[in-house]
């Protein structure tokens, strides 16, 4: 059904799908429950461990963490050297084609269903392969980890970061992780309210700079300040095309 549908309503029903998941996860039927841990969540018994190649790099099963932290990050930079490839490739200026103008990419002979299925499988398997990792670190997985304010922090992050730009993930996450961290740490009495980490003051960062972000950067910290930063870095001069060699210059 998300083929028959784009834009706004696409985000409606990716939100919706977030909102009901928790739901689904504790649902009896099928062995769902069963399966998922349920309200009560499941303990993860796997631990990652390292292998040959990891003993030969100099980690021991006896830092499991800090096995763990150079794992996800080499993870990361594969994932994001192959989304790299992927939008230099064919079926990426596909992909692209398709946001910027899916009827001209159709004329143009894109196949749009196979594209888009293409698109959600590929975010589908990094969103899974990065629920495995957050599975794998914590030890434990419930429902409670797959809340609605975690959607909104990931389009949050998104828009702050900069859509459809590889590198407004990074400034986006680290935003989000940033925001979060800080204000665990605020204690500020007005005298009649405390403003601490245990309210809502995240959110009210998260929405002063989501405000300030769509005003003066519409684009995201990177879609915005990258054209600026490429200027800086090199300059084009027009130069006039060589005459033929049978010509010459009129004085």
Do not use: H
């Not at 409606?12 to 689904?24: D, E, H, K, M």
């Not at 103008?101 to 004329?107: H, K, L, P, Q, S």
């Amino acid at each position: 059904p998300a083929l028959r549908i784009k834009g706004l309503y696409l985000v409606v029903i990716t939100i919706a799908v977030a909102v009901v998941f928790p739901s689904l996860a504790k649902i009896e039927t099928f062995g769902i429950a069963e399966k998922t841990g349920g309200a009560n969540g499941r303990i993860i018994d796997e631990k990652v461990i390292p292998t040959g190649l990891g003993k030969a790099l100099g980690f021991t099963e006896t830092e499991p963490a800090r096995y763990r932290y150079f794992l996800i990050v080499a993870m990361v930079l594969v994932v994001t050297f192959a989304v790299r490839n992927l939008l230099n490739s064919r079926a990426g200026r596909a992909i692209i084609a398709i946001r910027d103008n899916e009827t001209g990419a159709a004329v143009s002979g894109v196949n749009l269903v196979r594209q888009k299925v293409f698109t959600f499988g590929t975010s589908a398997a990094m969103c899974g392969l990065s629920g495995t990792i957050l599975a794998l670190d914590k030890g434990f997985v419930a429902e409670q980890d797959f809340l609605f304010p975690l959607a909104v922090e990931m389009l949050v992050g998104l828009v702050i970061g900069g859509v459809a730009t590889l590198g407004g993930a990074f400034i986006g996450a680290f935003v989000i992780v940033f925001v979060k961290e800080f204000s665990k740490n605020v204690n500020i009495d007005f005298g009649l309210f405390v403003l601490d980490g245990k309210g809502p003051f995240s959110a009210l960062i998260f929405g002063v700079i989501l405000v300030i972000v769509t005003f003066f950067m519409p684009r995201g910290i990177v879609g915005s300040l990258k054209p600026t930063f490429m200027q800086r870095v090199y300059r084009i001069d027009p130069k006039a095309p060589p005459l033929p060699e049978n010509l010459t210059r009129l004085s």
